[in-house]
Each structure stands twice: as structure tokens, then as C-alpha cells.
Nanobody
Framework: QVQLVESGGAVVRPGDSLRLSCTSSPGNSFTRKGMGWFRQSPGKQRELIAQISYLSSTTVADSVKDRFGIFRDNDKNIIFLQMHNLKVEDTAVYYC????????WGRGTQVTVVS
């Protein structure tokens, strides 16, 4: 069964940067799939914040525009979320998945921004 694995989360201060990574279990490449980064804060629904097509066309949500970027390394089957100027409201568990959300969700990676 396919497994998604997110990593890179940490406890940081406002204004800091982080890079999150996402990969999948061997034999389950997502290099030909559109992928997204999602996040979920306590009490809120999971939301799509950045997406990348298999041709690397990207879109980011207005809430993170100009601060977050998504990119991929298809040779290594990795999706990245580069986050700059983090804010307290960015605190959430971050997940990756296919854009149609059909793959099982991974455990996510926790990003906590504390002042």
C-alpha cells in the first residue's frame, strides 16, 4: 500500500523559514501526478495551500502567497514546501497528497510557530 511520508516540521519563531519534504513508499512514485501540500490546524478543516502539476506548474493559496513555494525533484520522487516569514497562524500539521486526495494520508509533520 502506498505510504506518504512528510518531514521537516519544527518549532520555530515568527519570521523563520522551514523546508518540508514529502516522499512516498518505494514502488509508488508520484512523479507523474499533480501533488499538493495541505495543512490542518486544530478545529479547522484540512486545506490545500500549494499545488504543483507533474510539469511543475505551481499555485499557492492567497494566505501563503509570497511566503511559501512548492517544488519537486522528480528524480528523487520528493515534493518540497519552502516556507519563509512564518507566522503564528501557520501553526498546523502539514500533509502532502495527490490533488485528488486519493492516496492514504500520511502522518503529517508538525509546524509550530511561537513568539
Amino acid at each position: 500500500q502506498v505510504q506518504l511520508v512528510e518531514s521537516g516540521g519544527a518549532v520555530v519563531r515568527p519570521g523563520d523559514s522551514l523546508r518540508l519534504s514529502c516522499t512516498s513508499s518505494p514502488g509508488n512514485s508520484f512523479t507523474r501526478k499533480g501533488m499538493g501540500w495541505f495543512r490542518q490546524s486544530p478545529g479547522k478543516q484540512r486545506e490545500l495551500i500549494a499545488q504543483i502539476s507533474y510539469l511543475s506548474s505551481t499555485t499557492v493559496a492567497d494566505s501563503v502567497k509570497d511566503r511559501f513555494g512548492i517544488f519537486r525533484d522528480n528524480d528523487k520522487n520528493i515534493i518540497f514546501l519552502q516556507m519563509h516569514n512564518l507566522k503564528v497562524e501557520d501553526t498546523a500539521v502539514y500533509y502532502c497528497n495527490t490533488l485528488d486526495r486519493r492516496w492514504p494520508w500520511g502522518r503529517g509533520t508538525q509546524v509550530t510557530v511561537v513568539s
